[in-house]
């Protein structure tokens, strides 16, 4: 059946359904089932929702409270909140207590916080790829059996979020090292039967990448296998506008274009403030898909600098990330021709992960930045010394690149 893709607030109220308004451009969705995250629905009868993350300290209950009503404001569907500790889901209770938003939450590796958080929230997301580290002995199936309980229990949907840079190592060996997108698919394959085959359907599945080209091939390969399964695009990392902008629209103007995706984020690396600029930009992608305002699709140019950052979130310790994410950029300006790829991450939970596949990696601790070279360290550096070592290593890499031409 043919649908319009809207976006979720396009419609007469909030995520309506279709056949409730009418759109001049039909797309043909992928006949995804319909999944309710709180008071919306994604899925391929219901406009695609917009979601953003906070990237507030959770504990600071005022300014994530604040950090929701501004995203709601701006058009948010669903906002994310980060939750690695006790006293994070503590702080969760008196967060909901002050807004009604469709609340989503990032477990990372302490899948039990589920338990604690699961009450005050819409929507659990897993990583798969970090579900091996508590209790390493005990099957993953019982892990995910655990937190469907949990959701089912407390009126949540599920995420299964799996990510380029934390990858089940059960997978990972099983494939080629070159091949990230086999073991990412497998991953979310399995995941989602385990989840059918235990009477569990309230599930969204994401496939990210920093890379929008992966993200196109790995979402298009999942929706051939499973075109039931409502799927949340993202390019993980994308960085500043507007260069994260444009590498997420190649990626969803190839995906939506072709019926795929239900739930978007755009990922920016922007200062506390400007986080509603996520969900403009997201907006703003989809209208322009749907009233076929598409740019030429290029690949990114693969002969030219790429840098990429996360869009940071209240795992960040210490907010210079941001301005450094920035200078980064402008500094390493003169190498804007070469092939070479700078990844910038703001924590210490994914960052170290996040930057083994670039050529530098810079990822922040509270007081110092850990420069990387692929997978090996070079050391932590105080936030006023790392760019002049970060252009040494680059002037070397550059030396290295044009002997071995
Ligand atoms: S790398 Fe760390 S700070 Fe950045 S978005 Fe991911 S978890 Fe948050």
Known sequence: MLRPIGSARSGPMPNAPFSDFKMSQRIQRNPTRSVRIGRIHVGHQFPIAVQSMCATHTQNIDATVAQIQELEKAGADVVRIAVDSDKDAEALEAIRAQTKANLSVDLQENYRLALKVAPFVDKIRYNPGHLYHHERTK?????????????????????IGVNCGSLDPAKKSKFDPADSISPMIESATDHCAFLDSIGFERYVVSLKDSDPSKVVEINQRFSATRPDVPLHLGVTEAGLPPDGIIKTRIAFEQLIGRGIGDTIRVSLTVPNPKKSMEIEAGRQI????????????????????????????????????????????????????????????????????????????????????????????????????????????????????????
């Open 139 to 159: 099957p993953w199936q019982e892990k995910v059996r655990f937190l469907a309980e949990v959701a089912k229990e407390h009126d949540c949907a599920i995420r």
């Open 286 to 405: 989809i209208d322009d898909i749907q009233n076929g305002r598409l740019r030429s699709v290029v690949a990114l140019d693969p002969m030219a600098l790429n840098i990429i950052s996360c869009p940071s979130c209240s795992r960040v310790e210490n907010e210079a990330f941001v301005e450094l994410a920035q200078q980064v950029k402008e500094m390493t300006q003169y190498a804007k021709d070469q092939a070479i790829t700078i990844a910038v991450m703001g924590c210490r939970v994914n960052g170290p992960g996040e930057t083994d596949d670039a050529d530098l990696g810079l990822w922040c601790g509270p007081a110092k930045v850990n420069l990387k070279k692929g997978g090996e360290s070079l050391g932590a550096f105080a936030y006023d010394e790392i760019l002049p070592r970060l252009r040494h290593e680059l002037d070397l890499l550059i030396a290295q690149k044009a002997k071995s031409m």
